[in-house]
């Protein structure tokens, strides 16, 4: 028997997808404008398909903007926090999830009030540390601090890691594994969904960061890409080539779109394991 479609389900379906054109349609509008020639932007009624079609917007903005060089210092950034932090994190939630120790929920509880500290309460106390450091102009700034424990991903792994059985931990002490061996060879393989999702979480973060490395950085050999496009609009005395920039943001937005769509399956996974076992 075919199972009839109730209008509760229909009218769900059309919220949902109404939601989903509000997220699709600039990414849309993003494409099309950087399709076009910088007089055909304001054109009413806009102009969804570009014509004609000018690609030269994506050959110019390799020489307009420091582009080439804000993706490099991006990349190694965000591998290093992505790779670093994940490690840091999951141990600590390791520990917090399946360890005793004194005063660990207080420990916990104190970790978690750090959440509620705005991060612009913390730039002027950062901006002295770094400049004693002599940090200033450097990848530091951006790689130091996000590479240690980040208790955003600390509380999230942990909520995983409390679902998981902890009888594997006592299989694994009698086996004769230490506590980093069963982290290690037990745990951490069984929270590929939870690791997947953080790495996907602090690749978005990390690169799509602006203000850090506004802040922190000044030479063009230290910017990064999102500085990169903001620089873009120095470039132009009265009017900002809107293509140009558009070009260098589905440029810029490509890595992130392409991780989301590939790891899709581990983050949705993650989010229901976290949700029902925490």
């Given at each position: ?14 919220v ?11 990414f ?26 000018d ?26 926090v ?18 005793h ?53 600390i ?22 594994c230490?506590?980093f ?8 393989p069984l ?12 690749f978005m ?8 490395p ?8 230290r ?52 949700g029902?076992?925490?």
């Amino acid at each position: 028997m075919k199972r009839k479609t109730s209008p509760k389900r229909v009218a769900a379906f059309l919220v949902l997808l109404a939601g989903a054109c509000t997220m699709v349609l600039p990414f849309l509008w993003m494409l099309s404008t950087s399709l076009k020639q910088a007089n055909l932007v304001y054109t009413i009624p806009p102009q969804w398909i570009p014509n004609p079609f000018d690609w030269a917007n994506y050959k110019e903005v390799w020489h307009a903007a420091n582009l080439l060089t804000g993706i490099k210092n991006s990349t190694v950034i965000t591998l290093l926090v992505v790779v670093l932090s994940t490690l840091t994190s999951s141990m600590s939630a390791f520990a917090f999830a399946k360890l005793h120790f004194p005063a660990k929920n207080a420990i916990f509880l104190m970790l978690l009030s750090t959440m509620m500290v705005p991060g612009v309460v913390l730039l002027v106390p950062d901006f002295i540390i770094y400049t004693r450091l002599k940090w200033i102009d450097t990848l530091l700034p951006m790689i130091v601090p996000a590479s240690l424990c980040n208790i955003s991903n600390i509380f999230f792994m942990r909520q995983y890691m409390v679902g998981l059985p902890s009888a594997y931990l006592d299989a694994a002490k009698i086996d004769g594994c230490g506590y980093f061996k069963a982290y290690w060879r037990i745990f951490l393989p069984l929270c590929k969904p939870a690791v997947v999702t953080n790495a996907i979480m602090l690749f978005m973060g990390t690169w799509n960061d602006y203000m850090t490395p506004l802040l922190f950085t000044h030479s063009e050999a230290r910017q990064t890409v999102q500085v990169a496009i903001a620089m873009l609009n120095s470039h132009y005395e009265q009017q900002t080539d809107i293509p140009l920039v558009m070009a260098a943001s589905l440029i810029a937005v490509l890595p992130v779109l392409i991780l989301f769509i590939t790891c899709q399956k581990y983050f949705t996974d993650s989010l229901v394991m976290t949700g029902l076992k925490g």
